[in-house]
T-cell receptor, first 114, second 115 residues
Framework: AQSVTQPDIHITVSEGASLELRCNYS??????LFWYVQSPGQGLQLLLK??????LVQGIKGFEAEFKRSQSSFNLRKPSVHWSDAAEYFC????????????FGAGTRLFVKA | DTGVSQNPRHKITKRGQNVTFRCDPI?????LYWYRQTLGQGPEFLTY????????KSRLLSDRFSAERPKGSFSTLEIQRTEQGDSAMYLC?????????????FGDGTRLSIL
Protein backbone atom coordinates (compact mmCIF):
# COMPACT_ATOMS: atom_id res chain seq x y z
CA ALA A 1 0.00 0.00 0.00
CA GLN A 2 1.12 3.52 -0.67
CA SER A 3 2.13 5.52 2.37
CA VAL A 4 4.24 8.42 3.56
CA THR A 5 6.04 8.44 6.89
CA GLN A 6 7.33 11.52 8.62
CA PRO A 7 9.12 10.14 11.67
CA ASP A 8 9.31 13.41 13.58
CA ILE A 9 6.04 14.76 14.97
CA HIS A 10 7.73 18.01 15.93
CA ILE A 11 11.18 19.56 15.70
CA THR A 12 12.63 22.61 17.43
CA VAL A 13 15.56 24.48 15.94
CA SER A 14 17.22 27.75 16.76
CA GLU A 15 16.87 30.63 14.36
CA GLY A 16 19.80 30.58 11.96
CA ALA A 17 20.45 26.88 12.43
CA SER A 18 20.12 24.34 9.66
CA LEU A 19 17.04 22.16 9.26
CA GLU A 20 16.34 18.72 7.91
CA LEU A 21 12.87 17.17 7.92
CA ARG A 22 12.69 13.49 7.16
CA CYS A 23 10.28 11.75 4.82
CA ASN A 24 10.04 8.14 3.70
CA TYR A 25 7.52 6.86 1.19
CA SER A 26 6.22 3.51 0.08
CA UNK A 27 5.14 3.25 -3.55
CA UNK A 28 5.90 0.63 -6.16
CA UNK A 29 6.28 2.89 -9.16
CA UNK A 30 8.22 6.05 -9.85
CA UNK A 31 6.85 8.55 -7.37
CA UNK A 32 5.76 12.12 -7.73
CA LEU A 33 6.99 13.72 -4.50
CA PHE A 34 6.03 16.97 -2.84
CA TRP A 35 6.64 19.06 0.23
CA TYR A 36 3.92 21.44 1.42
CA VAL A 37 3.84 23.93 4.28
CA GLN A 38 0.75 24.86 6.28
CA SER A 39 0.36 27.79 8.64
CA PRO A 40 -2.33 27.58 11.34
CA GLY A 41 -5.85 27.90 9.99
CA GLN A 42 -4.71 28.05 6.40
CA GLY A 43 -4.42 25.79 3.41
CA LEU A 44 -1.27 24.18 2.11
CA GLN A 45 1.38 25.88 0.04
CA LEU A 46 3.66 23.91 -2.26
CA LEU A 47 7.34 24.28 -1.38
CA LEU A 48 8.81 22.02 -4.04
CA LYS A 49 8.17 18.92 -6.12
CA UNK A 50 10.09 16.09 -7.72
CA UNK A 51 8.97 14.21 -10.81
CA UNK A 52 12.17 13.16 -12.55
CA UNK A 53 15.67 14.32 -13.41
CA UNK A 54 18.01 15.94 -10.94
CA UNK A 55 17.45 14.35 -7.54
CA LEU A 56 18.20 17.60 -5.71
CA VAL A 57 15.32 20.01 -6.19
CA GLN A 58 15.13 23.62 -5.21
CA GLY A 59 11.97 25.19 -3.90
CA ILE A 60 10.64 28.44 -2.60
CA LYS A 61 11.74 30.21 0.58
CA GLY A 62 15.24 28.72 0.36
CA PHE A 63 14.15 25.09 0.81
CA GLU A 64 15.58 22.14 -1.06
CA ALA A 65 14.93 18.40 -1.01
CA GLU A 66 16.87 15.37 -2.14
CA PHE A 67 15.27 12.26 -3.62
CA LYS A 68 17.08 9.03 -2.73
CA ARG A 69 15.48 6.10 -4.49
CA SER A 70 17.59 3.51 -2.66
CA GLN A 71 16.34 4.81 0.68
CA SER A 72 12.80 5.72 -0.46
CA SER A 73 13.41 9.11 1.07
CA PHE A 74 12.73 12.70 0.17
CA ASN A 75 14.15 14.82 2.98
CA LEU A 76 13.62 18.57 3.15
CA ARG A 77 16.47 20.88 4.08
CA LYS A 78 17.15 24.52 4.69
CA PRO A 79 20.60 25.89 5.58
CA SER A 80 19.41 28.70 7.85
CA VAL A 81 15.98 28.77 9.46
CA HIS A 82 14.03 31.98 9.99
CA TRP A 83 11.39 32.50 12.68
CA SER A 84 8.78 32.79 9.94
CA ASP A 85 9.46 29.19 8.93
CA ALA A 86 7.60 27.93 12.01
CA ALA A 87 4.70 25.92 10.59
CA GLU A 88 3.54 22.39 9.81
CA TYR A 89 5.34 20.63 6.98
CA PHE A 90 3.83 17.80 4.98
CA CYS A 91 5.56 15.38 2.68
CA UNK A 92 3.35 13.82 0.02
CA UNK A 93 3.45 11.32 -2.81
CA UNK A 94 1.32 11.43 -5.94
CA UNK A 95 -0.01 8.03 -7.00
CA UNK A 96 -2.34 6.71 -9.65
CA UNK A 97 -2.27 7.47 -13.35
CA UNK A 98 -0.47 10.76 -13.70
CA UNK A 99 -0.09 10.92 -9.93
CA UNK A 100 -3.39 12.67 -9.44
CA UNK A 101 -4.12 11.20 -6.00
CA UNK A 102 -1.92 12.70 -3.33
CA UNK A 103 -1.14 10.82 -0.14
CA PHE A 104 0.15 12.96 2.69
CA GLY A 105 2.27 12.16 5.69
CA ALA A 106 1.07 13.11 9.16
CA GLY A 107 3.24 16.21 9.16
CA THR A 108 6.11 17.62 11.18
CA ARG A 109 5.55 20.74 13.20
CA LEU A 110 8.53 23.04 13.21
CA PHE A 111 9.17 25.32 16.16
CA VAL A 112 11.83 28.02 15.86
CA LYS A 113 13.41 29.46 18.98
CA ALA A 114 15.16 32.80 19.15
CA ASP B 1 -4.94 34.33 -10.23
CA THR B 2 -7.25 34.91 -7.28
CA GLY B 3 -6.57 31.59 -5.62
CA VAL B 4 -8.88 28.78 -4.55
CA SER B 5 -11.82 30.10 -2.55
CA GLN B 6 -13.77 28.05 -0.02
CA ASN B 7 -16.97 28.97 1.74
CA PRO B 8 -17.86 29.06 4.50
CA ARG B 9 -14.60 29.21 6.46
CA HIS B 10 -16.27 27.80 9.53
CA LYS B 11 -19.44 25.79 10.00
CA ILE B 12 -20.92 24.73 13.31
CA THR B 13 -23.92 22.45 13.22
CA LYS B 14 -25.79 19.92 15.30
CA ARG B 15 -25.38 16.22 14.79
CA GLY B 16 -27.81 14.92 12.21
CA GLN B 17 -28.00 18.10 10.16
CA ASN B 18 -26.93 18.39 6.54
CA VAL B 19 -24.15 20.74 5.50
CA THR B 20 -22.84 21.92 2.15
CA PHE B 21 -19.49 23.47 1.37
CA ARG B 22 -18.50 25.31 -1.76
CA CYS B 23 -15.17 25.50 -3.54
CA ASP B 24 -14.33 27.91 -6.34
CA PRO B 25 -11.13 26.78 -8.05
CA ILE B 26 -8.69 28.95 -9.89
CA UNK B 27 -10.27 29.78 -13.20
CA UNK B 28 -9.27 27.47 -16.06
CA UNK B 29 -8.09 24.78 -13.64
CA UNK B 30 -9.71 21.64 -14.93
CA UNK B 31 -8.83 19.43 -11.95
CA LEU B 32 -10.46 19.81 -8.55
CA TYR B 33 -9.79 17.81 -5.40
CA TRP B 34 -11.40 17.47 -1.98
CA TYR B 35 -9.46 16.45 1.11
CA ARG B 36 -10.32 16.04 4.77
CA GLN B 37 -7.85 16.94 7.49
CA THR B 38 -8.27 16.07 11.16
CA LEU B 39 -6.23 17.51 13.97
CA GLY B 40 -2.64 16.37 13.94
CA GLN B 41 -2.96 14.57 10.62
CA GLY B 42 -2.17 15.28 7.03
CA PRO B 43 -4.94 15.79 4.50
CA GLU B 44 -6.72 12.64 3.34
CA PHE B 45 -7.87 12.37 -0.25
CA LEU B 46 -11.65 12.24 -0.66
CA THR B 47 -12.44 12.73 -4.31
CA TYR B 48 -11.24 14.23 -7.57
CA UNK B 49 -12.86 15.84 -10.60
CA UNK B 50 -11.52 16.38 -14.06
CA UNK B 51 -13.79 19.05 -15.49
CA UNK B 52 -17.29 17.94 -14.47
CA UNK B 53 -16.48 14.24 -14.24
CA UNK B 54 -15.87 12.71 -10.82
CA UNK B 55 -13.11 10.24 -11.59
CA UNK B 56 -12.09 8.88 -8.20
CA LYS B 57 -13.69 8.50 -4.80
CA SER B 58 -11.96 7.38 -1.64
CA ARG B 59 -13.37 4.73 0.67
CA LEU B 60 -13.55 7.59 3.18
CA LEU B 61 -16.39 9.06 1.15
CA SER B 62 -19.34 7.23 2.65
CA ASP B 63 -22.87 7.30 1.25
CA ARG B 64 -23.56 10.36 3.38
CA PHE B 65 -21.05 12.36 1.36
CA SER B 66 -21.69 13.63 -2.14
CA ALA B 67 -19.65 15.95 -4.31
CA GLU B 68 -20.59 17.67 -7.51
CA ARG B 69 -18.94 19.93 -10.00
CA PRO B 70 -21.61 21.10 -12.42
CA LYS B 71 -20.28 22.62 -15.61
CA GLY B 72 -16.75 21.96 -14.51
CA SER B 73 -16.45 25.16 -12.53
CA PHE B 74 -17.19 25.41 -8.78
CA SER B 75 -17.74 22.31 -6.68
CA THR B 76 -19.91 21.49 -3.69
CA LEU B 77 -19.38 18.87 -1.02
CA GLU B 78 -22.47 17.86 0.92
CA ILE B 79 -22.56 15.80 4.09
CA GLN B 80 -25.93 14.41 5.10
CA ARG B 81 -26.88 13.38 8.63
CA THR B 82 -23.65 14.67 10.09
CA GLU B 83 -21.88 12.69 12.80
CA GLN B 84 -19.33 13.68 15.44
CA GLY B 85 -16.60 12.02 13.41
CA ASP B 86 -17.22 14.38 10.51
CA SER B 87 -15.65 17.23 12.48
CA ALA B 88 -12.59 18.19 10.46
CA MET B 89 -11.11 20.71 8.08
CA TYR B 90 -12.29 20.15 4.52
CA LEU B 91 -9.76 21.34 1.97
CA CYS B 92 -10.26 21.95 -1.71
CA UNK B 93 -7.47 22.15 -4.28
CA UNK B 94 -7.28 22.70 -8.00
CA UNK B 95 -4.70 22.20 -10.69
CA UNK B 96 -4.30 22.79 -14.38
CA UNK B 97 -3.56 20.29 -17.08
CA UNK B 98 -3.83 16.57 -17.43
CA UNK B 99 -0.84 15.33 -15.53
CA UNK B 100 0.62 15.93 -12.14
CA UNK B 101 3.37 18.12 -13.47
CA UNK B 102 1.07 20.93 -12.45
CA UNK B 103 0.95 21.63 -8.72
CA UNK B 104 -2.24 21.60 -6.67
CA UNK B 105 -3.28 24.96 -5.27
CA PHE B 106 -5.12 24.71 -1.97
CA GLY B 107 -7.83 26.86 -0.48
CA ASP B 108 -7.85 27.81 3.19
CA GLY B 109 -10.44 25.17 3.98
CA THR B 110 -13.79 24.93 5.71
CA ARG B 111 -13.64 23.91 9.34
CA LEU B 112 -16.65 21.83 10.35
CA SER B 113 -17.58 21.40 13.99
CA ILE B 114 -20.37 19.02 14.98
CA LEU B 115 -22.05 19.73 18.31
Amino acid sequence: AQSVTQPDIHITVSEGASLELRCNYSYGATPYLFWYVQSPGQGLQLLLKYFSGDTLVQGIKGFEAEFKRSQSSFNLRKPSVHWSDAAEYFCAVGVGTGGFKTIFGAGTRLFVKA
Amino acid sequence: DTGVSQNPRHKITKRGQNVTFRCDPISEHNRLYWYRQTLGQGPEFLTYFQNEAQLEKSRLLSDRFSAERPKGSFSTLEIQRTEQGDSAMYLCASSRGFDSNQPQHFGDGTRLSIL
